[in-house]
């Protein structure tokens, strides 16, 4: 079984339309987080929710609203999009936001807007 | 504030040996390394502490130096199957905030 699964792997789509990333763990994890990685591999956090409490919410435009109905699932929302929204977008968790726990990768979504 | 890794791109012999370095501005609760090959997930490596720890993994180490907010990872002997891209992770407080640097690519040809 895999740990942590994102749906889909691929989306592409036009300027102006609206998209969803599903994520779930099934690690029993606490947290849970969305992290972009640009073109030039460099990957950045966006959110992160603690059993379902949203905690970090980077400087991510408005557009970008995460849902965690439970605490096994993160979704990704995205309004409008822009072509600047082209990129990898991983989800990931861990137990817990201790400076020692590591995190686990959902395989990326590859996200290309046209 | 983003880590620096040095070098950008590392490009070895089968069983030669590399060292990648990352470096932070802000004073450091750990260091998180993690490898990703092309079009995969990362994946973790190792967390080293503060307190000077040393940890091994197979032919891969780090040292994590809290005072100079320094880490470096060593890959000894290194295998086909070290390519990819190293990153490392810093954790400047427990808000669980992750801050990856730009990453290092290795490339270990036959």
Redesign the interface.
């Known amino acids: 079984d895999t740990a942590v699964s994102q749906t889909p792997k691929y989306l592409v789509t036009q300027m102006g339309n609206d998209k969803s990333i599903k994520c779930e763990q099934n690690l029993g994890h606490d ?1 849970m987080y969305w992290y972009k990685q640009d073109s ?6 966006m959110f ?1 929710y ?1 059993n379902k409490e949203l ?2 919410n980077e400087t991510v435009p408005n557009r970008f609203s995460p849902k965690s109905p439970d605490k096994a699932h993160l979704n990704l929302h995205i309004n409008s999009l822009e072509l600047g929204d082209s990129a990898v977008y ?1 989800c990931a968790s ?1 137990q ?13 979504t590859q996200l290309s807007v046209l | 504030q983003q880590p620096v890794q040095s070098p950008q791109a590392v490009i070895l012999r089968e069983g030669e040996d590399a060292v990648i370095n990352c470096s932070s501005s802000k004073a450091l ?2 260091v ?1 390394w ?1 490898r ?1 090959k092309h079009g ?5 490596l190792m ?1 080293l ?1 503060k307190g000077g720890e040393q940890k091994g993994h197979d032919k891969i180490s780090a040292s994590f130096n809290e005072k100079k907010q320094q880490s470096s990872l060593y890959l000894t002997a290194s295998q086909l199957s070290y390519s990819g ?1 190293y ?1 490392c ?1 810093t ?1 400047s407080s ?7 640097g ?2 290092t690519t290795l490339q270990v040809k036959p």
């Open positions: 947290t030039k591999k460099f990957l950045k956090i992160s603690n905690i970090i991983f861990s817990e936001t201790k400076p020692y726990e590591k995190l686990f990768f959902g395989s990326g | 609760y750990s998180h993690y990703q995969e997930a990362p994946i973790f967390i502490l891209t990153f992770g954790l427990n808000t669980g905030k992750l801050i990856f730009q990453g």
